[in-house]
């Protein structure tokens, strides 16, 4: 029996991961990764870089600070390196004499930059104000959930699809599916019915330097293409994630707990998700559904209902 691991199963070849079972273990949350490190990783590498708990304390903050902003990750590999890499300097500034000995040392998020350097990502966040032509969707990405802000722009050409960002085949595929869903709807939208011959579409995914593919951006590029072609504003601080059909169905997705934690870490209030995801509801954390309102919808006129104002 050969027992094997991935991040990404997509990456298997596919004759190979059709002789697999595969079990899909989830990313890690915030708060689980705050938790292993707090009660476990800090202890481990304070004992192994011969120091104390009387020499050094991590700050819950510190931790927090770590993980938003100094990795991105599904696991915590990265999250114990670098706590083991600011335990190191301070056990070596204990050796140099450089610190007192029997001061104790508070690791802060105001003085991590200290040990680690500047911050090396940067937060999701919301944007400043209702936009027309971007949408926020959710993608699931190899390190975890992700708010991803899709833009379209419709120009005066003769009807060419420009499809820019890291997205993969799934996403592109997505992109053309809407455009066609659109342009059999267009009366009802009051959309021009010959835009698809007088505009030139461009639809940007912004932050391309994680690679983003999987059938769950259809919902969002629709919503971003409407709002562009009508010119209403899409509602800031509503997110989305679906597949869709060429009849506007909205069908289901995976990575649901990573996306509404990341739509939870931006302050997203309302998160649309596909009616057949609603029974994965139960997995979410406790916290996020206290905090985020979910709406389940199996057609896209649902969100587009909703979200543009």
Same mark, same amino acid.
């Given at each position: 029996?050969?027992?094997?691991?991935?991040?990404?199963?997509?990456?298997?070849?596919?004759?190979?991961?059709?002789?697999?079972?595969?079990?899909?273990?989830?990313?890690?949350?915030?708060?689980?990764?705050?938790?292993?490190?707090?009660?476990?990783? @800090?202890? !481990?590498?304070?004992?192994?870089? =011969?120091? /104390?708990?009387?020499?050094?304390?991590?700050? +819950?903050?510190? #931790?927090? *600070?770590?993980?938003?902003?100094?990795?991105?990750?599904?696991?915590?590999?990265?999250?114990?390196?670098?706590?083991?890499?600011?335990?190191?300097?301070?056990?070596?500034?204990?050796?140099?004499?450089?610190?007192?000995?029997?001061?104790?040392?508070?690791?802060?998020?105001?003085?991590?930059?200290?040990?680690?350097?500047?911050?090396?990502?940067?937060?999701?966040?919301?944007?400043?104000?209702?936009?027309?032509?971007?949408?926020?969707?959710?993608?699931?990405?190899?390190?975890?959930?992700?708010?991803?802000?899709?833009?379209?722009?419709?120009?005066?050409?003769?009807?060419?699809?420009?499809?820019?960002?890291?997205?993969?085949? @799934?996403? !592109?595929?997505?992109?053309?599916? =809407?455009? /066609?869903?659109?342009?059999?709807?267009?009366? +009802?939208?009051? #959309?021009? *019915?010959?835009?698809?011959?007088?505009?030139?579409?461009?639809?940007?995914?912004?932050?391309?330097?994680?690679?983003?593919?999987?059938?769950?951006?259809?919902?969002?590029?629709?919503?971003?293409?409407?709002?562009?072609?009508?010119?209403?504003?899409?509602?800031?601080?509503?997110?989305?994630?679906?597949?869709?059909?060429?009849?506007?169905?909205?069908?289901?997705?995976?990575?649901?707990?990573?996306?509404?934690?990341?739509?939870?870490?931006?302050?997203?209030?309302?998160?649309?998700?596909?009616?057949?995801?609603?029974?994965?509801?139960?997995?979410?954390?406790?916290?996020?559904?206290?905090?985020?309102?979910?709406?389940?919808?199996?057609?896209?006129?649902?969100?587009?209902?909703?979200?543009?104002?």
């Amino acid at each position: 029996m050969f027992i094997a691991t991935a991040n990404d199963k997509y990456s298997i070849p596919a004759p190979l991961l059709d002789r697999m079972e595969i079990i899909d273990i989830t990313s890690y949350t915030e708060n689980e990764k705050f938790n292993i490190a707090k009660n476990h990783l @800090v202890s !481990k590498q304070i004992k192994l870089n =011969a120091l /104390s708990s009387q020499d050094v304390k991590i700050s +819950d903050q510190a #931790i927090l *600070e770590i993980i938003n902003y100094y990795t991105a990750e599904s696991g915590v590999r990265e999250l114990e390196r670098k706590i083991a890499r600011i335990l190191r300097k301070i056990a070596k500034k204990k050796l140099d004499s450089s610190l007192d000995s029997n001061k104790k040392t508070i690791i802060t998020d105001k003085n991590l930059i200290e040990y680690l350097g500047p911050r090396k990502f940067k937060a999701n966040k919301l944007l400043d104000k209702n936009e027309i032509g971007i949408a926020t969707g959710l993608a699931w990405t190899s390190v975890g959930g992700e708010v991803m802000h899709i833009e379209v722009s419709a120009l005066s050409g003769s009807g060419k699809i420009e499809l820019t960002g890291n997205l993969g085949d @799934v996403m !592109k595929e997505s992109a053309r599916t =809407a455009i /066609s869903y659109v342009r059999s709807r267009s009366k +009802d939208f009051g #959309i021009d *019915e010959d835009f698809y011959k007088n505009k030139d579409i461009h639809i940007h995914a912004p932050e391309g330097g994680i690679p983003k593919d999987g059938p769950s951006a259809g919902v969002t590029i629709c919503t971003a293409l409407v709002s562009e072609l009508t010119k209403k504003p899409v509602k800031k601080d509503i997110a989305m994630t679906g597949e869709i059909t060429l009849r506007g169905r909205v069908l289901p997705i995976g990575g649901l707990k990573e996306k509404t934690m990341a739509a939870y870490n931006t302050g997203v209030k309302t998160v649309f998700i596909p009616k057949e995801n609603e029974p994965d509801l139960y997995e979410i954390d406790p916290v996020v559904r206290e905090s985020v309102k979910f709406i389940a919808v199996d057609k896209i006129e649902s969100i587009l209902n909703e979200v543009l104002i």
